[in-house]
T-cell receptor, first 112, second 113 residues
Framework: DVKVTQSSRYLVKRTGEKVFLECVQD?????MFWYRQDPGLGLRLIYF???????EKGDIPEGYSVSREKKERFSLILESASTNQTSMYLC???????????FGAGTRLSVL | GNSVTQMEGPVTLSEEAFLTINCTYT??????LFWYVQYPGEGLQLLLK?????DKGSNKGFEATYRKETTSFHLEKGSVQVSDSAVYFC????????????FGSGTKLNVKP
């Protein structure tokens, strides 16, 4: 079974802090994604990566950056956390040519 | 552009009732269509998919048929169980860019005993 692991289920941070959300997949997938999930808005794509060191902006990249130094790991970075970034963050991965995304359990981030 | 619209919830049903969750889409080309399910406290799991017009995806008693003429992919189940309580997301991916998925806003289903 594909396993996508997000390092934290819950995080509480203060406004202005630098925040790292980590995601690791164990199936050698080329593609990895970061979404945020908000009530009534569904999932919105923040960034995705189709290879090591490659990244593409999604629909809402402002205030976020990403890092993919190794194939299995995709990090989401909030350079200076703000209260409007309080949300559920979901990581996903997929194999190139296979049209299915596999999701982690999510990280619920609260910025106070 | 690409977008997915699904019915707002929550939907509350009694056990063994019939379920329909409506989903319509807008897409360029010929998208693949998906239903994902999110159980409480978990990430999304693929429930079923269909890759071309008139295909029917099915899994765990759920079904959805890809209707190109009405641009719809409605989710149905003949007899729901309490364990089906979850949030259901309709999604599409475009043939020109398999890397990107477009999700609906989600529909919460509550099934009462």
């Amino acid at each position: 079974d594909v396993k996508v692991t997000q390092s934290s289920r819950y995080l509480v941070k203060r406004t202005g802090e630098k925040v790292f959300l980590e995601c690791v997949q164990d199936m050698d997938h080329e593609n990895m994604f970061w979404y945020r999930q908000d009530p009534g808005l569904g999932l919105r794509l923040i960034y995705f990566s189709y290879d090591v060191k490659m990244k593409e902006k999604g629909d809402i990249p402002e205030g976020y950056s990403v890092s993919r130094e190794k194939k299995e790991r995709f990090s989401l970075i909030l350079e200076s956390a703000s209260t409007n970034q309080t949300s559920m963050y979901l990581c996903a991965s997929s194999l190139s040519g296979q049209n299915i995304q596999y999701f982690g359990a999510g990280t619920r981030l609260s910025v106070l | 552009g690409n977008s997915v619209t699904q019915m707002e919830g929550p939907v509350t049903l009694s056990e063994e009732a019939f379920l329909t969750i409506n989903c319509t889409y807008t897409a360029t080309g010929y998208p693949s269509l998906f239903w994902y399910v999110q159980y409480p406290g978990e990430g999304l799991q693929l429930l079923l998919k269909a890759t071309k017009a008139d295909d029917k995806g099915s899994n765990k008693g759920f079904e959805a048929t890809y209707r190109k003429e009405t641009t719809s992919f409605h989710l149905e189940k003949g007899s729901v169980q309490v364990s089906d309580s979850a949030v259901y997301f309709c999604a599409l991916s475009n043939q020109y860019n398999f890397n990107k998925f477009y999700f609906g806003s989600g529909t919460k289903l509550n099934v009462k005993p």
